[in-house]
C-alpha cells in the first residue's frame, strides 16, 4: 500500500504489527485488518479575496465499517498527507473498539494554513471540501468531528452544507457542532476533561498525591488547555505550557485564567508576563510529575525519550511517541504512560454521546455528559491496567491489543462477503 507511505502510517503499522504478533493473528487475516477500507484525495478549487483561483488537496480516510459508521476528526494544516490521515484513521479505529463505540476509524484533511486565510474563505473550502465528500459520508456511513485547525464553526458549515444536499437539517452528519445547532454540552472540553481524569487515576495507580505534583502541557489549543484547567482543578501545579509559537514556565506555577486572557488577546501563549520563556523541545525533558503532549505527533523520539523527566506521560495527542522511543521508555518503569488511544479517547466518545442525541432528538445536561463519559473511561483504563499486569506488557500494548481484538473478532463473526 505505497500510496500511503509517510513516517506516521508506517508508525502506527509497526503498532499494529507488534500487537499481532502478541495476539498470534494468523497472516491471511493481518492486511484486511491493517488497511484502510476506502480512502479519497479530492482538488479543492476556491475564489480566494483577491479574485484569484487556488485549488487545495484535501483527504478522508475511512478504516474499517465492520462495527458501524466510520467516525473522526477534520484536520486543516500545511502539512496535512494521505498517510498522515490513513494513521490517524487506523488509530481512531483501535481507540473507538478499545472504548466500546460502535464505530470505526476515519480522518480527513485538507492540506492548508487555516491563519492564512480569511473567514470567508474558510467557509468556501469547508463547504467546496463537504460536497466533494458527499457521496462517501452520511450519519450511518461517515460522521466528521473537528481536529487541529477546525472547530464548531466548521462543524457548523459541513453540516449546513450536507442539509442543503439532502433537502432538510441532518444534525448527525458531525460531532462538535454549537449546542445550538444539536451540539452536545460537554463536547469541546471532552478530551482536555478525560485526559485530566485519567491522570488523577494514574496518580492513584502510582501512589501519587495530585495536589503534590507540577505538570508540563505540550500544545495549548483546545485540549491542551482544558487538560491543563482540569489537572489545576485536580490539584496539579501547572507550571509550563507551549505552542507553536513559544512557550513559558514559572516553577511556582502559571496563573493559566490569566494566561487564557492572555491567549484569547494575543493568540499565542509566548511572552505571557511572569514566566521565563520555553521552547517546545525544553519543554518535553522539563523536570515535573506529569507531561501531557497535547500537539502534534512523533514528539517524543529516541533522541529525547531518554531524558524525559517525568512519572505519568499523558498522551493527550495522537501518535506523539514513536516506536523507537517506545523501546526505550520500556525501559524506564519509573514513567506511566497513558497510550493514545485511551487517554485522548474523551473526544470520540461525548462525539458518541452527541451522534446518539442527535439520532434520537433527545438531548442530555452536561452532568449527565460528564458522568457517563468518566464511566467509560474508567472501565477502559480498568481493563487496560488488568491486561498490563496479568500478561505484563505496556500500557499501549496492552490498550492496542484490547482494541486490534475486538476489530479482528467482529471482522470473523461478520465473514467475508465473496
Known amino acids: 500500500m505505497q500510496i500511503y507511505d509517510h513516517p506516521t502510517f508506517r508508525m502506527a503499522c509497526q503498532q499494529f504489527d507488534l500487537v499481532a504478533d502478541h495476539l498470534q493473528i494468523p497472516e491471511f487475516e493481518r492486511a484486511r485488518i491493517k488497511f484502510p477500507k476506502r480512502s479519497m484525495t479530492v482538488a479543492l478549487p476556491i475564489h480566494r479575496d483577491d479574485?484569484?483561483?487556488?485549488?487545495?488537496?484535501g483527504y478522508r480516510v475511512q478504516h474499517h465499517l465492520t462495527l458501524g459508521p466510520t467516525k473522526g476528526g477534520l484536520r486543516y494544516h500545511p502539512d496535512v498527507t494521505l498517510g498522515e490521515v490513513a494513521a490517524l484513521a487506523m488509530w481512531m479505529s483501535w481507540k473507538c473498539a478499545l472504548t466500546g463505540l460502535p464505530y470505526g476509524g476515519a480522518k480527513g484533511g485538507i492540506a492548508c494554513d487555516p491563519g492564512k486565510l480569511s473567514r470567508d474563505e474558510l467557509e468556501r473550502l469547508t463547504r467546496r471540501y463537504t460536497q466533494e465528500m458527499i457521496p462517501f459520508i452520511g450519519p450511518q456511513v461517515d460522521v466528521m468531528a473537528p481536529d487541529l485547525g477546525t472547530d464548531e464553526q466548521v462543524m457548523a458549515w459541513m453540516m449546513d452544507t450536507y442539509s442543503v444536499h439532502a433537502g432538510y437539517t441532518v444534525?448527525?452528519?458531525?460531532?462538535?457542532?454549537?449546542?445550538?445547532?444539536?451540539?452536545?454540552?460537554?463536547?469541546?472540553?471532552?478530551?482536555?476533561?478525560?485526559?485530566?481524569?485519567?491522570?488523577?487515576?494514574?496518580?492513584?495507580?502510582?501512589?501519587?498525591?495530585?495536589?503534590?505534583?507540577?505538570?508540563?502541557?505540550?500544545?495549548?489549543?483546545?485540549?491542551?488547555?482544558?487538560?491543563?484547567?482540569?489537572?489545576?482543578?485536580?490539584?496539579?501545579?501547572?507550571?509550563?505550557?507551549?505552542?507553536?509559537?513559544?512557550?513559558?514556565?514559572?516553577?511556582?506555577?502559571?496563573?493559566?485564567?490569566?494566561?487564557?486572557?492572555?491567549?484569547?488577546?494575543n493568540k499565542t501563549v509566548a511572552g505571557f508576563p511572569d514566566a521565563?520563556?520555553?521552547?517546545?523541545?525544553?519543554?518535553?525533558?522539563?523536570?515535573c510529575d506529569i507531561l501531557v503532549p497535547a500537539a502534534m505527533e512523533r514528539q517524543i523520539t529516541e533522541?529525547?525519550?531518554?531524558?524525559?523527566?517525568?512519572?505519568?506521560?499523558?498522551?493527550?495527542?495522537?501518535?506523539?511517541?514513536?516506536?523507537?522511543?517506545?523501546?526505550?521508555?520500556?525501559?524506564?518503569?519509573?514513567?506511566?504512560?497513558?497510550?493514545?488511544?485511551?487517554?485522548?479517547?474523551?473526544?470520540?466518545?461525548?462525539?458518541?454521546?452527541?451522534?446518539?442525541?442527535?439520532?434520537?432528538?433527545?438531548?442530555?445536561?452536561?452532568?449527565?455528559?460528564?458522568?457517563?463519559?468518566?464511566?467509560?473511561?474508567?472501565?477502559?483504563y480498568t481493563q487496560i491496567l488488568t491486561v498490563s499486569r496479568k500478561q505484563k506488557l505496556t500500557m499501549r500494548l496492552a490498550a492496542l491489543s484490547l482494541g486490534i481484538k475486538r476489530v479482528q473478532e467482529a471482522k470473523r463473526v461478520r465473514g467475508l462477503f465473496p
Do not use: M
Request: aromatic share 8%; with cysteine; hydrophobic share 45%.
Open 303 to 380: 533522541a529525547n525519550a531518554g531524558k524525559i523527566q517525568c512519572r505519568i506521560l499523558a498522551e493527550a495527542a495522537n501518535g506523539p511517541t514513536t516506536p523507537e522511543a517506545d523501546v526505550i521508555l520500556d525501559q524506564r518503569p519509573e514513567i506511566f504512560v497513558l497510550p493514545d488511544v485511551l487517554c485522548n479517547a474523551g473526544g470520540v466518545i461525548v462525539s458518541y454521546f452527541e451522534w446518539v442525541q442527535d439520532l434520537q432528538s433527545f438531548f442530555w445536561s452536561e452532568t449527565e455528559v460528564v458522568d457517563k463519559l468518566f464511566r467509560i473511561l474508567e472501565t477502559a
Open 51 to 57: 479574485g484569484t483561483t487556488q485549488v487545495f488537496p
Open 276 to 287: 521565563e520563556p520555553l521552547t517546545n523541545e525544553q519543554l518535553l525533558v522539563l523536570p
Open 171 to 265: 444534525p448527525s452528519i458531525v460531532t462538535g457542532k454549537p449546542v445550538i445547532i444539536g451540539g452536545s454540552l460537554g463536547r469541546r472540553e471532552a478530551t482536555g476533561r478525560g485526559v485530566a481524569y485519567l491522570v488523577n487515576r494514574a496518580t492513584d495507580t502510582i501512589g501519587l498525591d495530585i495536589s503534590k505534583t507540577t505538570a508540563a502541557v505540550q500544545g495549548f489549543g483546545n485540549v491542551g488547555s482544558v487538560a491543563a484547567l482540569s489537572l489545576a482543578r485536580y490539584g496539579s501545579k501547572v507550571i509550563a505550557v507551549t505552542d507553536a509559537f513559544g512557550g513559558v514556565h514559572n516553577s511556582n506555577g502559571l496563573n493559566l485564567w490569566e494566561l487564557e486572557k492572555y491567549v484569547a488577546k
